[in-house]
Nanobody, 113 residues
């Protein structure tokens, strides 16, 4: 079973940037992957997804600000987040778009002045 480890979260001011990373213990190159977030008291939501071949899609709330990428050779997934807003505050997770893998611990992003 592939294990996922997310990192890169931090406390940042509105308008700031962060880059999240997800490292998989096994191959993820054959899967469509995504970044999810869960804010306190809310359901987990998909914010960005990337296909096996690199086609990307974004939730409207992050379009134009977030960029998802992958390195299949290194079994890693990244999320570049720019112009962060307080409503981006959440715990961020990576996973296959069908939730194929066990959820990792996630990485906390807090956007606050």
């Amino acid at each position: 079973q592939v294990q996922l480890v997310e990192s890169g979260g931090d406390l940042v001011q509105p308008g700031g940037s962060l880059r999240l990373s997800c490292v998989a213990s096994g191959t993820i190159s054959i899967y469509h992957m995504g970044w999810y977030r869960q804010a306190r008291g809310k359901q987990r939501e998909l914010v960005a997804r990337i296909s096996r071949s690199g086609i990307t899609n974004y939730a409207d709330a992050v379009k134009g600000r977030f960029t998802i990428s992958r390195d299949n050779a290194k079994n890693t997934l990244s999320l570049q987040m720019n112009n962060l807003k307080p409503e981006d505050t959440a715990v961020y997770h990576c996973n296959d778009i069908n939730w194929r893998f066990n959820w990792g611990q996630g990485t906390r992003v807090t956007v606050s002045s």
